[in-house]
């Protein structure tokens, strides 16, 4: 089969190798199409001891359940030749977190497509015996370009229930990629008030205004003060009772507590990079307005649950997202995409 390998940072190679094998507790997936998310952007350009070279990276994965080992423990519903969906994040389901179920906060948790799982840049790609209780069945007529987005969706569905959107809240959301968006569709299910989106780039921004616009209030740049003074000349001086930071950004994190009103929520969803994650914020932000700074990391496997029937329910106003295709040979064109910030969510197909 062919396979992407990450040869170091910044570099892939397309290679022929062998198939993955089957573990009797697990199976194997012929991949359909395969998400290109933040973190395999980050690990890209960054690298990451969990993903050493050569790699195959790739943890947001649709295709057919083409074998399946003869002691695997299948979820219901799922059985060998569906198409299905594999949650990336794995989990023990021992610990305490998994069983109040918080799985995305396990305490013995790994991600597929990492160290020692190889992930789904390929053709064919392994189940291992901890994801299978992850696949979930896809509705037959879902796309499978769209599909790949559960997992990421999943994700910001978590930090849009950390966020606490009430009615009529004024909602920011600094950074317009994919996350960006789709927060922005599911903030203004939840009712708010007013939708701002946030970014360092004029043309992101044009592109996530023709994704999801209709959802949107007005977009901004964040320009020099990294949007403060606009987003406060919106709202009277008052700032944005709930903010979700999208963007692995260091200023985006600042700016947030000059932007947050009094008593606002502020989640900071997308994490930094593991060689420099110490950011400088001021505290008497948080003290003179009494703030709350929560985080978000990944999903519940009752939030991938929601998003797939989400997804399907609301496929019409949430397929621009994904912006860009491309076929396993020109996975690197994928990552340069991503790098000019040209376009959303790029899906890989096989």
């Known amino acids: 089969m062919r396979a992407a390998f990450m040869t170091g940072r910044n570099a892939v190679e397309l290679r022929d190798t062998g198939e993955p094998a089957l573990d009797p507790r697990g199976a194997v997936l012929r991949v359909e199409a395969c998400g290109v998310c933040g973190t395999d952007a980050r690990t890209f350009f960054n690298g990451d001891y969990r993903a050493p070279s050569p790699w195959i990276l790739g943890h947001e994965p649709v295709g057919l359940l083409e074998r399946v080992g003869a002691e695997a423990a299948l979820p219901p519903g799922v059985k060998e030749g569906d198409r299905v969906f594999l949650g990336s994040i794995l989990t023990c389901g021992d610990c305490q977190q998994c069983g109040e179920g918080f799985q995305n906060l396990c305490e013995h948790h790994l991600l597929y497509g990492y160290e020692p799982f190889p992930g789904a840049f390929a053709e064919l790609a392994a189940v291992p015996p901890i994801a299978v209780k992850n696949l979930i069945p896809i509705p037959h007529d879902l796309p499978s370009d769209?599909?790949?987005?559960?997992?990421?969706?999943?994700?910001?569905?978590?930090?849009?229930?950390?966020?606490?959107?009430?009615?009529?809240?004024?909602?920011?959301?600094?950074?317009?990629?994919?996350?960006?968006?789709?927060?922005?569709?599911?903030?203004?299910?939840?009712?708010?008030?007013?939708?701002?989106?946030?970014?360092?780039?004029?043309?992101?921004?044009?592109i996530a205004l023709g994704a999801v616009g209709r959802f949107v209030d007005d977009a901004f740049l964040a320009g020099e003060d990294n949007g403060i003074a606009e987003l406060l000349g919106r709202t009277s001086g008052a700032g944005a009772e709930r903010i979700s930071v999208a963007a692995p950004s260091k200023q985006a994190q600042q700016a947030s507590l000059e932007m947050a009103a009094k008593r606002a929520r502020v989640v900071y969803f997308a994490g930094l990079p593991k060689h420099d994650p110490v950011s400088a914020l001021d505290m008497n932000q948080l003290h003179y307005k009494e703030l709350a700074i929560l985080g978000a990391y990944g999903a519940t496997r009752r939030q991938y649950r929601i998003t797939m029937d989400y997804l399907n329910r609301r496929r019409d106003d949430l397929a621009?997202?994904?912006?860009?295709?491309?076929?396993?040979?020109?996975?690197?064109?994928?990552?340069?995409?991503?790098?000019?910030?040209?376009?959303?969510?790029?899906?890989?197909?096989?």
């Open 146 to 206: 769209l599909a790949t987005v559960v997992d990421p969706f999943a994700c910001a569905l978590n930090g849009i229930e950390v966020l606490d959107v009430r009615l009529g809240d004024t909602v920011l959301i600094l950074g317009s990629g994919p996350i960006g968006c789709w927060q922005a569709v599911m903030a203004r299910d939840r009712g708010a008030g007013k939708v701002y989106l946030c970014d360092v780039s004029r043309e992101r921004l044009d």
């Open 320 to 350: 621009a997202v994904v912006t860009h295709r491309f076929p396993l040979d020109r996975i690197a064109e994928a990552f340069e995409t991503i790098r000019s910030g040209a376009g959303l969510k790029m899906v890989i197909q096989p």
